[in-house]
Each structure stands twice: as C-alpha cells, then as structure tokens.
C-alpha cells in the first residue's frame, strides 16, 4: 500500500485535483490517500498554516500530490521543495493531436526539461548594494565599484558543482531511460557561459564532465539565449534539455506554450528519497468556482506520479486515455478550444480507460 499526501492547493486547483483523485481511485490502486490540513484550513483550525502534523504526514508518505497554491499553501510547498531536497524538476513537453498549438507543425514535439530545483538565484540571498561595499567588489564589465554603480539591491546566484553534477547525471539517466524506449538519446545544455564564467561556466564545465561518462547518450549546448530562439524553431529536434534553476523555470513555461499552454503542463520533483508532483500552472483565481480548469496538468502529474511508485501500467493507460480524449475532440476544456466542463473531461477519460480495459 503506498500512502499519498494530496494538497489542493487554492482558488480552482482543487476543482483540477478532486476529479483526477477519484478517476485514480476508481482503478482499484493500492493507495491511501492523506488530506492532512494545510493552507487556510490549517490557519482556521490550529493557527498555522503548516502544522507539525502535516509535515509528518509528508515524511510518512511514498509521495504527494501538490494542486496549485495562491500564498496559503506555500509553506508546504516550501518544505517539499527545500525540505525534502527535491533536487530535479522534470518538465515533460509533447504535443497529443487535438490540443491548440500556436505551431503550424507541433507534430513529433516530445523533449524533457530537466530543470535544477535548489540552487542559482532561488538561493534567496538579495539585499541593498550598499551592504556589498565591505567587499570590495568591481563589475567584471565597466571595471567600476559595485557599489558606486547607484542605490540599488541585488540578488545572488549560487552554482555548486555538487549541484550542478547531481543534476546533470538526472538528466543523463532520463535520456538514457528514453533511449531504450526508442527516443534520441541527446543531452542539451543551455547556460549564458560566455557573460558569466564562473557561475554558468561552471554548470557547462561540469555537464560536460559527466557527459563523457555517457557515451551512449549524444551532448550539446548553447548560450542560453539562443536556445530560447532554437526551443521554438527546431521544438522536433529536442530530448532531453538540462537547465539551471532560473532558465529552466522561465523556458519550461516557455515549452508549456508550444505545446497548447500551462494547462496541459505536468510536473514531477524529485529527490534522492522523496517526490512530489504538481501541474504547472497556477491557481487560476480568475476562473474559480467555474469548474472549467483544464485538469490534463494534474493529471499528468498524477501519471508521472504512479509511474514513480510502480504503477507504470496504470500510468500508460491514463496517458493513452487522455490522448484519445484529446483526438476525440469532442470532451476538451475552452483553454483548448472546447466546451467541456473540467468534470466532463474528467469522465471522458474514465470512460477511455473502460474501453481499454
């Protein structure tokens, strides 16, 4: 029995997270799922809005599964993240017919974002430019003191090599996994090594380290600018990209977009003893109540997350559901085009998945 943690998040994320929990729970899995209090719940209940309790249901569980969160569950959020060193952030981008490209041509876009989750400027560390004078620093680029530059903050970026390693090796090991199932086998690496040497130089240095330890698996890299330029030219050419924190972020919304937007967007987090899974896009509090949320970012998620604990049959079987949902046409959400409500969706899929037995 493997125990879940599920977190619904705020504004309409729970409109996504509740139908795609049921539609799971309708399979007969060996899960248990856990609705520890968090957020304004947890706020109205007990004062906090993290209480011990819910932390231990996480370090009890095989995984959770995160909706989306406005600020009241971020706390939570926070300790899946830097808590449970959730090192690897794998953002998945493939096109399935039916959803609304902007492309004329998203056909055969299937390429992984694996992003570095703990480190470069999500270290946290900003301040004003005056608190730097003790250290004497000078812009490599004017040759001027920083702190004679004018009032102003600034914001530290923290690349390690352990780091860095870590995540490169991830990365590695999905492309290998997706070259056994018959994907590219490639590794591109894109950081902005020729304005910052030592910091992104020293994320490029070591990729390229690690790669000579695949020599099964093919390694590129780009600045990091003209990746973003290639991710919406060439999208077919990609497999599996590895990013610092920051680029990986922005871009791996940036990928969501070629593909039909962050609603069909999944997420998992990984660590060395721990996972979590979310979708990508926010909590949408514009429409919430509407039940109109597309719930293909959650439960996708969901299905990175079964394939995670061992339910990989039952994961390829939501994915193909879902895609025949989707080739379908009739059953899709109007972010996509349709008219489906997120529930309707929902059971669409249920429904594909009883044909497939």
């Not at 690897?88 to 694996?114: H, Q, Y």
């Not at 030592?198 to 390229?208: N, P, Y």
């Not at 990209?241 to 969501?256: E, T």
Request: charged share 25%; with cysteine.
């Amino acid at each position: 029995m493997k125990k879940v943690v599920v977190i619904e998040g705020e504004d309409a994320a729970p409109e996504a997270v509740r139908p795609t929990v049921a539609l799971i729970d309708s399979l007969g899995l060996d899960i248990d799922w856990l609705y520890p209090l968090v957020g304004e719940a947890a706020v109205a209940d007990g004062g906090t809005p993290f209480p011990d309790d819910a932390r231990q249901a996480i370090d009890d569980s095989d995984a959770t599964l995160f909706g989306a969160t406005n600020g009241a569950s971020w706390d939570a959020l926070f300790y899946l993240r830097w808590g449970r060193r959730t090192y690897a952030n794998v953002r998945p981008t493939r096109w399935m017919p039916g959803c609304k490209s902007p492309l004329s041509r998203p056909e055969d876009i299937d390429f992984v974002i694996v992003r570095e989750n703990l480190e470069d400027m999500y270290v946290g560390v900003e301040g004003d430019v005056e608190s730097l004078r003790p250290l004497g620093l000078t812009s490599r680029t004017s040759g001027l003191p920083v702190v004679d530059m004018g009032p102003g903050r600034f914001a530290l970026k923290v690349i390690t090599e352990a780091g860095t390693e870590r995540i490169a090796r991830f990365g590695f090991d999905v492309a290998r996994k997706r070259k056994d199932s018959g994907k590219q086998g490639k590794v591109t690496c894109a950081v902005k090594h020729n304005m910052l040497p030592e910091s992104d130089g020293l994320f490029l240095e070591v990729a390229r380290r690690v790669a000579e330890e695949y020599a099964d698996i093919t390694f590129e890299s780009f600045i990091v600018d003209d990746f973003a330029r290639r991710l919406v030219a060439e999208p077919h050419k990609l497999d599996v990209v590895v990013l610092p924190n920051l680029y990986g972020d922005i871009l791996s919304d940036m990928a969501a977009g070629l593909i039909g937007g962050l609603g069909l967007a999944p997420s998992g987090c990984y660590g060395d003893d721990y996972a979590y899974f979310e979708s990508a896009h926010g909590s949408a509090p514009d429409i919430a109540g509407r039940n109109t949320i597309n719930p293909t970012a959650t439960l996708l998620s969901a299905v990175l997350m079964l394939d995670h604990l061992g339910f990989s049959g039952v994961a390829r079987r939501l994915t193909n559901a879902s895609e025949a949902v989707y080739a379908e046409g009739r059953w899709i959400t109007p972010d996509q085009g349709g008219r489906a409500s997120t529930t309707e969706f929902c059971e669409a899929v249920s429904r594909e998945l009883g044909h497939s037995g």
